[in-house]
């Protein structure tokens, strides 16, 4: 999502335009749109007066950031060596073919975007995954299938138990 050139002013200008104000900018950008599109990337660059070089050099570091636009709900699966000896690939696997989408990739109705991580630090669950604030440990298919099958089911409308 594009921010209008009103929000996009009123979120820059919550800011002094100095350069140390780069990270706070892309946080509030990335909140707002779910990825940092590269029009608001020139015009914070502009806006902070950084070289857009440097802009970019940040947007592209830290992880956190995305270019490309994401999933309503991130799913980031754990591939911690705990979640990796209790087959993090296969919960990986799992999600790719129920969302018909790969690593990276977001699912054709825009509701999921699947990462990894290092590690979620809940080792007891493993294999396990986060999907916004929500941990799901000891994953199977059958819960992954379940885990995912209620959350469409919110999006829907749906009251879920």
Not at 21 to 47: N, R, S
Not at 121 to 137: F, K, V
């Amino acid at each position: 999502m594009i921010l209008a050139q009103e929000k996009l002013t009123e979120l820059l200008q919550a800011y002094p335009p100095e350069r140390q104000h780069t990270l706070a900018v892309f946080q509030d950008i990335q909140k707002e749109c779910g990825y940092l599109p590269k029009e608001h990337i020139v015009a914070a660059a502009d806006y902070l007066k950084v070289p857009l070089s440097q802009a970019y050099a940040m947007a592209t570091f830290y992880h956190t950031f995305s270019l490309t636009p994401r999933g309503k709900h991130v799913i980031k699966v754990c591939d911690g060596t705990a979640c990796h000896i209790k087959d993090s690939k296969g919960v990986l696997q799992s999600l790719e073919r129920l969302l018909g989408v790969g690593l990276g990739g977001t699912d054709a109705d825009g509701l999921f975007t699947i990462e990894t991580v290092a590690c979620l630090g809940c080792c007891a669950l493993a294999p396990a995954m986060q999907i916004g604030e929500e941990y799901y440990g000891n994953l199977t298919d059958e819960i992954i299938a379940e885990v995912i099958a209620d959350y469409r089911r919110r999006e829907a409308g749906e009251v879920v138990a």
